[in-house]
RNA sequence: GCCGGCUUAGCUCAGUGGUAGAGCAUCGGUUUUGUAAACCGAGGGUCGUCGGUUCGACCCCGACAGCCGGCUCCA
């Protein structure tokens, strides 16, 4: 244990003194140290409160000057239960004693009248814990399993000094001024409308430029590396995902099938009710699901495999995924070899049914758009296509300066059984994208548990302004979906091979990824993908023609600006722009109208002086073509 | 979905069992302004929704919805 997490694991302990001085009836589970400080899982009647919190508080302050010694002890498997039943604590901790391995030594750490089954290590004195604050109380299922009993959480955070503490939190406070709901509603990038609903992003005009602006930037990027461009609907019917496999397999994310009227008609004509349907569309998805299972390993199934008896309901269902649908277009024509690598790129909107609980601003959504692409390839052009992928994974990466990403390799789980497909091809996949990960550069972690249910890949994960981590983009292979859907192409002996599939997204969806990318600057985007890249600010009505006249000459060249013509004094314009972030603001006053010139004041380093307009503009365009990182903002 | 908290004007937030207030924003006027907030005035809310308690509910109780923090989940 490093010294800090020592310091806040002795935080958990004496929060747990505290807490039993004033609930004597709460049954501990686990107080672990975490990155950013330190939690108690307890069991208690009394549900706690913010009062509660701040009394727990004052208590752990009595424990800490106490200056109580950590007394380490150890004991016997037989002596451990004694000591845990003693202290009527048994209701968690004998499980937690159970865990402890049989060759490994049982040791209880005690301060004062409070002793805790603990490996340890622990600071000497309660005293030491000089900086410390609880913050919140959260609700944690016992061993984080929703079967078992919710229990609440305490979460608190420690510091050597009471100086690191306040830089922490003041870190914390700085940082929501960037959260992405903030600023996306201070600066109307993107609603979401109860009635509309939830997890369902509304593009103002505002954030739809930025995204715009995204896609064009990958547009480029995709025709440079030779992608098609494609379009498809945002449904497709049942069949078409019996094929995939989500029916059976991604039933629990996707929304309710949307039955066909004829199909309805005819089951409410049964009598059935809304449940004898979805238990239906459960009988289904089970069945196929089971003879997959079955199969796994030896057989597949193809298209022709499913019996018409299995088809009970006819319809649709929103597209939780886009590779059914480009499969689709490259299965509809005959594929030489020397045709591939085919690639198939889609802004693609996607369906997903999440739960509420887990509905986040715009990094976590029901409906968003992937900017997908699936490439249909050789065995043997696998490991190149990875490499082009990959790459422009790093170019998008680069160009908006975001290098504080982890790189996940996420493979099987061995214990589960929720994915398809035959072994030899998930070890082939894997091995692919170990090797296509190494070539990054970048250190990267193996996950297993990670994959999707039809191949491994590899992820780009970043965090949010508190911490939580969301995957961006995304690198899968795929030897599956190409079987499922029998996908061939005529090899150089003329004889039938099976392609192997990539699916790619190197922003993952755009919703997600703006959201990221508004936290990643504060709002302060650079000038390409600013909404409102220039502002005009007139000093008086006297230079309003003039302003108008540069106007017509910035929208002439492509360039957003808008003119700020507000009964204000400079002083309130100039902080108009400052606070709706426009990169630049061109101060227009006599002096400038008389020499056809603009003052200019940037975001970055304030009042840069005068220029020829016809400087100006030049230099801008240029900065907006090669999507320049802005320089960071000038603070007030 | 689960646990807890929250929901008052466009935004940020006060507030009391006797049907609501501030700042900013908006609109009108005065001012004609030189690098982060000029001045005066006006409009704007069935206090999330629906029930209940009460002579009377924005306030107390319940249900629902949404939001926030966790947990679970994220193929």
Request: proline share 5%.
């Amino acid at each position: 244990m490093t010294p800090l997490e020592e310091l806040r694991h002795s935080g958990s302990h004496i929060l747990a003194t505290a807490l039993l001085r004033l609930f004597p009836d709460a049954k501990l589970d686990i107080g672990p140290p975490t990155d950013t400080g330190f939690y108690y899982d307890v069991d208690l009647d009394h549900k706690l409160t913010a009062e509660d919190l701040l009394r727990i508080e004052a208590e752990m302050k009595k424990v800490v000057d106490e200056n109580q010694p950590f007394v380490r002890k150890e004991a016997s498997r037989q002596e451990a239960s004694d000591i845990i039943r003693s202290r009527g604590q048994e209701r968690y901790k004998l499980g937690r004693l159970a865990d402890i391995p049989e060759e490994e030594k049982i040791s209880f750490y005690q301060n004062g009248e409070f002793m805790d089954l603990c490996a340890g290590t622990h600071v000497r004195y309660t005293s030491k814990l000089k900086a410390f604050k609880l913050l919140s109380i959260a609700g944690a299922y016992h061993r984080g399993d929703e079967k078992n009993k919710q229990l609440q959480r305490i979460y608190g955070t420690a510091f050597p000094t009471k100086e690191e503490l306040a830089r922490y939190l003041d870190q914390v406070e700085q940082a929501k001024q960037r959260d992405h709901r903030k600023v996306g509603k201070d600066l109307r990038l993107f609603v979401i409308d109860e009635d509309v609903g939830q997890g369902l992003i509304l593009w103002t005009p505002a954030g739809s430029i930025i995204r715009q602006e995204l896609q064009n930037f990958i547009s480029e990027e995709l025709r440079k590396q030779g992608y098609s461009q494609v379009f498809t609907p945002h449904i497709g019917k049942l069949e078409l995902y019996k094929i995939s496999g989500h029916f059976p397999y991604y039933k629990e994310s996707q929304f309710t099938p949307i039955v066909e009227n004829e199909s309805l008609a005819r089951i409410l004509g049964e009598g059935c009710s809304c449940a004898d349907m979805v238990a239906r569309l459960d009988a289904v998805s089970a069945r196929l699901a089971g003879q997959i299972n079955e199969r796994t390993g030896r057989e597949t199934v193809t298209a022709d495999r499913i019996k018409p008896d299995e088809q009970l309901l006819d319809g649709f269902m929103l597209k939780p995924m886009n590779c059914p649908h480009h499969i689709k277009i490259f299965a509809s024509q005959p594929h030489s070899y020397r045709d591939l690598p085919v690639r198939l790129a889609e802004f693609g909107t996607v369906y997903r049914w999440e739960q509420s609980g887990e509905l986040n601003g715009m990094t976590r959504v029901r409906g968003f758009t992937q900017d997908d692409a699936h490439l249909f390839c050789t065995e043997d052009q696998v490991a190149q296509e990875l490499l082009g992928c990959l790459s422009l994974v790093n170019t998008v990466l680069t160009t908006l300066g975001m290098n504080d990403y982890r790189v996940r390799v996420g493979l099987r789980d061995p214990d589960s059984n929720k994915y398809t497909g035959l072994k030899e091809n998930w070890d082939k996949a894997e091995a692919a994208c170990r090797e296509a990960a190494k070539t990054l550069g970048v250190a990267f972690k193996e996950e297993p548990g990670e994959a999707a249910f039809y191949g491994p890949k590899i992820d780009f994960v970043v965090q949010d302004v508190i911490g939580r981590e969301w995957q961006l983009g995304t690198v899968q292979v795929d030897y599956n979906l190409p079987i499922r859907f029998d996908l061939t192409y005529s090899g150089a002996d003329n004889q039938p091979h099976r392609p192997v599939m990539i699916h790619r997204a190197p922003f993952g969806s755009m919703e997600r990824f703006c959201g990221v990318l508004i936290e990643h600057f504060g709002g302060d985007f650079p000038v390409w993908l600013s909404p409102e890249q220039v502002r005009l600010v007139p000093v008086s009505e006297k230079t309003l023609d003039y302003a108008r006249e540069l106007l017509g000459a910035l929208k002439a060249a492509g360039v957003r600006a808008a003119i700020d013509e507000h009964n204000d004094k400079l002083g309130a314009k100039i902080r108009r722009s400052e606070v709706e972030k426009v990169p630049y603001a061109l101060i227009l006053g006599p002096k400038e109208a008389e020499s056809r010139s603009v003052s200019i004041r940037s975001r970055a380093k304030g009042d840069e002086g005068s220029a020829p307009f016809e400087q100006f503009l030049p230099r801008l365009s240029q900065e907006i073509r090669s999507r320049a990182l802005s320089e960071k903002r000038k603070q007030p």
